[in-house]
């Protein structure tokens, strides 16, 4: 997934050289690529391309990687520290970290549309329009705004899976799907195990999230630990408690593993990356 | 357009209800509509179905309102005037504002991607690829940030021409080649001529822009009149003097204006948009 994003984000020699550099370093040397595996393990069962899934996967991770440069502005989460490395608007400085955000969202686009992705071209606008749901007001950035608003206040459990599900969940269900479109991923029954396994990982990576921001130290993280609960963000573990939260999580690695079974040894990646996303340490 | 933009944008009691009021608030009711505009009359000339145009205009003018909100941000301008109304985070907050932009630019590929545009998918997915190539890096994008960095610099007139090229020509030709591609604009001459002309009036529209910045009010602007000289931007009128910049607009309206005398009666728009873009007093 580097090479490929390494090779998909214009060279840092390129003009306008100062925004190619700093595209590059939101983007490369950093990030678990949690939406590029699902995309290529939903890939996977669909039998779909390996060449079709790295730019699918491509587009997915700069959308997450515009979100996190955005998200991390003074404006909004004023982090100074991310996967690790000094935040793009600390490293370069803010209007170049806006500007970063929105050419990487562009480009995202720009791949889906360039790149032959599936044997239909309309296939392949169903694709762009996807991704653009996930991403925008109905979605990720939508679900920005509800957690924006949540700040100080006490969700309840369906309000703070509200907000997951269109902060986190809408792009990883995107990953998923997008993946599965590259090959012959449109086969309703399909579509739904994949659109139910999506959903629950989406969930359970936020329980996940949660658990680890109250556990874990800054070193471990690479971002900055306990942040959402200083900050006053609700989180599954201040909603429902840190025992409810990490049985949650258990099942919703059960229910994802459910969703995919049927699927048999095609589905191994998918299940592996269940496992992962609720048992990983950082 | 205004009753197109209305109807495409998700309604102000749609959750998350604030964003989607910011996401209105910043598109409707204002700006000239030039970028609209230039789409309808180049559609007129292929022929285009105006439904087709609508969809069309309306990306391109999305594209143009996140760029706006985006650039009136403290890290950027730091304007509080917009079209005659308080900038979006001067209105709302920074934090809707800097989603406001994200989630137009979303809601722009959304549009290109889920109506029927061309009677070939596959030249509909190149429609995509125009617009985001036209916003990103090499593009809008691209421009802000060669703008950023020509702040309190005396550039030359090329160097002054090459920011403009990207950071409104980008789009302006988009506009125009985007309508031609709803009918049929494929046509390699048509194309030619039209980008001639897109590539006239997007410089002349700028040096005009820098004129009235240099001659008017902030009443007549609906915008903070005499920011960018004040700022240590490079304009046309620092660059080349008043006489020449204004000898400049009157040869570019000529030049866009003999790019397309050979398309007859059906270029009447596109003409009557060269004379409103060089004569203009807002």
Chains 1, 2 share one sequence.
Do not use: W
């Amino acid at each position: 997934m580097e090479t490929v994003l390494a090779r998909l984000l214009p060279g840092a020699q390129i003009a306008p050289a100062r925004l190619h550099a700093a595209m590059r370093y939101a983007t490369l040397e950093g990030g678990k690529r949690v939406r590029p595996l699902l995309t290529f393990a939903a890939g996977e069962v669909a039998q779909a391309r390996p060449e079709r899934l790295e730019v699918a996967a491509a587009a997915v991770e700069l959308i997450h990687a515009y979100s996190l440069v955005h998200d991390d502005l003074p404006c909004m989460d004023d982090d100074v520290l991310r996967r690790g490395k000094p935040t793009a608007h600390v490293e370069y400085d803010e209007a170049t970290a806006l500007l970063v955000g929105d050419a990487l969202q562009s480009l995202a686009f720009q791949l889906l549309a360039e790149h032959p992705l599936a044997d239909d071209p309309s296939a392949q606008l169903e694709m762009v329009k996807l991704l653009a749901v996930a991403a925008g007001s109905r979605g990720m950035a939508g679900g920005q705004q509800i957690d924006l608003e949540a700040v100080g206040k006490a969700l309840s459990v369906p309000e703070l899976e509200s907000m997951h599900i269109h902060k986190t969940g809408a792009l990883i269900r995107a990953a998923v799907l997008l993946g599965a479109a590259c090959g012959n991923g449109h086969d309703a029954a399909l579509r739904e195990r994949l659109d139910q396994y999506a959903k629950t990982v989406g969930l359970a990576f936020q329980v996940v999230d949660d658990l680890l921001d109250h556990d874990a130290s800054t070193a471990n993280l690479g971002k900055t630990a306990g942040k959402d609960s200083r900050q006053g963000k609700p989180t599954y573990v201040s909603a429902m408690g840190l025992a409810r939260a990490r049985e949650l999580a258990r099942e919703l690695r059960h229910n994802a593993l459910q969703a995919v079974a049927p699927l048999g040894p095609p589905a191994r990646r998918l299940r592996e990356l269940a496992d992962f996303i609720v048992l990983r340490k950082f």
